[in-house]
């Protein structure tokens, strides 16, 4: 049974039209977190929360958003998708930040931008 | 900030070869991570491993963290261990968290 899913897969958006990208986890972790993965890069972290906490890297654009409206869900929002904010994103869970920072990763959405 | 460096960026070989990877990292770490992308882009965690050695199976890592590196073995080679391995570093609490360039892997039938 999958253990972090993420919808959709597939996402294609518009120049400047916002998108929002959903991950959901079945595992009860306290922690989740969303990378960024371009063509032929490794991923990127770009922010997570432990519980309702939310920590952003520091390099991570304002651009990007994230909410958590309970333990189960995670959202990625894009404002303003440029041509440069396509690739893969990826989101991750762990138990706790001690343990491990992204311990269980989903399938990724793979986003197009038009 | 923390620099991660892995080699080879790329290695071929025959089904049932053994092989090492390996990751250097700048600074001192209390996290260090290997994963697999397989080529459908599924990223997997192998090893959590800041120090010491580990084995799973056919794989093993090990870490000498006093002189900033890490080594992940491969051994008996199966097509199925193709993809990209990278190795990941950072802070305790998920800070800074740094994914290494990957060393890219095909074995062949």
């Known amino acids: 049974d999958a253990m972090v899913i993420q919808n959709p897969r597939y996402q294609v958006t518009q120049f400047g039209k916002p998108v929002t990208l959903s991950c959901s986890q079945t595992l009860n972790h306290n922690v989740m977190y969303w990378y960024q993965q371009k063509s032929s890069q490794a991923p990127k972290l770009l922010f997570h929360y432990y519980d309702k906490d939310f920590n952003n890297e520091a390099d991570t654009p304002d651009n990007f958003q994230s909410r958590r409206p309970n333990t189960s869900f995670c959202f990625l929002d894009i404002r303003s998708p440029g041509l440069g904010d396509a690739a893969m994103y990826l989101c991750a869970t762990s138990r706790d930040l001690a343990v491990a920072a992204g311990g269980y990763f989903g399938p990724g959405t793979r986003l197009t931008v038009t | 900030g923390i620099q991660v460096e892995q080699s080879p960026p790329d290695l071929i070989l025959q089904e049932g070869a053994n092989s090492t990877l390996r990751c250097n990292f700048s600074?001192?770490?209390?996290?260090l991570q290997w994963f697999h992308q397989n080529p459908w882009g599924q990223l997997i965690n192998l090893f959590y491993?800041?120090?010491g050695t580990k084995q799973n199976g056919r794989l093993s890592a090990t870490t000498v963290a006093t002189e900033r590196y890490s080594l992940l073995y491969i051994s008996s080679s199966q097509t199925t261990d193709s993809g990209v391995y990278f190795c990941a570093v950072g802070g305790d609490y998920g800070q800074n968290f740094v994914f290494g360039p990957g060393t890219r892997l095909s074995v062949l039938p």
């Open positions: 491993i800041p120090s």
């Open positions: 600074d001192s770490v209390n996290n």
